[in-house]
């Protein structure tokens, strides 16, 4: 074993790290192979903040543990809770860089709403996280972290008692692009879904990217997970400007990508989200064309009311425009709901989150309590 004594500081943090890093770490700390199932097993499944509740461990051996690794949650800077009991958790990390978490709970299920960057390099017109610029990509820590606290906020670690679930499902729909942080996100995933941890099953977990072609396919082969695209055009030179990234990946090879994802069935289908926009994107002609568009894809649309943020140029499409948009898909064979906006009240809903940092590193220096 070691012998000298690391600082506080220095104690390396165990959460996060996946099955092989954890395994190498513990090897070089003199562990039993076993050790690091062991351990596994309480920060996953158990989720141990404390190195002493893990029982199934001799005592020295715990507090050798605690003298030099740690098993640290970023910190939550601010928690919200909408009137519709969507909960909001602004994470901040120990450079200072902060992003938003958000769970949503329904009554049969409970989704979580994962960050993958600080920030985001899309610019999506229509996007408030959009009108911030990329920070940095989010570790694969820090997104596993995300669902931990989570669970540590709704006290769902076993053995406590929990009829329904409440994170029951991840939807990758955070801030930032997934597949622009690929390799963390996957790493991330494979944590998230490993069956003595956490124990979310890639069926439960929906990746949603603005349409980063050549990802898609890698994403459908390494990783498997449910895919939902930001399609919210039917034309390119709509789509051009409200997601930029299209002038890169237009829609006909975005559609081609998609096609050929893995376990497109009907069981699985993919998800095309469309933000209905006054007079922007919601007309019947465009339905129509919508359409015409996913034909041989096993698709669903998802038609999500656009949330309005402060400053923001768009408008929601009427509710009637959004029914007869509705009406038009559905009648083609499609599943076509239209998205409940939820936790609009605390800036929770899609395309509403932006961290607080930016506007907190300008009025510096101010007090940590006011973030
Ligand atoms: N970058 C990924 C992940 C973000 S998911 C992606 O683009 O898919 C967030 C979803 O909310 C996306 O479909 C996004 O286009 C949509 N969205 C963004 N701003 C919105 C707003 N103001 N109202 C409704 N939906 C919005």
Known sequence: MATEIPSEM????????GRA????ELAAFGAEPFRARQLWHWIYHRGATDFAAMTSLSKT?????????????PAVSRALTSIDG????LLRFPDG??????HIPEEERGTLCVSSQVGCTLSCTFCHTGTQRLVRNLGATEIVAQVMIARDYLGEWPPAVQPDRQVTNIVLMGMGEPLFNYDNVAKALKIIMDPEGLSISRRKITLSTAGVVPMIRRCGAEIGVNLAVSLHAVRDDIRDRLVPLNRKYPI???LDACRSYPGGSN???????????KGVNDSPAEARQLVRLLAGIPAKVNLIPFNPWPGTPFECSSEAAITAFSDIVFAAGYSAPVRTPRGRDILAACGQLKSASVKLRRREPEPLSAA
Do not use: D, S
């Open 21 to 24: 890093a954890l395994a190498a």
């Open 267 to 277: 069981a699985r289908r993919i998800t095309f989200e469309y933000v209905m926009l």
């Open 252 to 254: 006909a090879e975005l």
């Open 61 to 73: 051996f715990r507090e050798e543990l605690a003298v030099h690794y740690a098993l640290q949650r």
């Open 86 to 89: 969507t909960r909001k958790w």
């Open 10 to 17: 220095q104690r390396r943090n165990l959460v996060g790290l």
């Open 97 to 102: 860089q902060e992003v938003e978490t958000v």
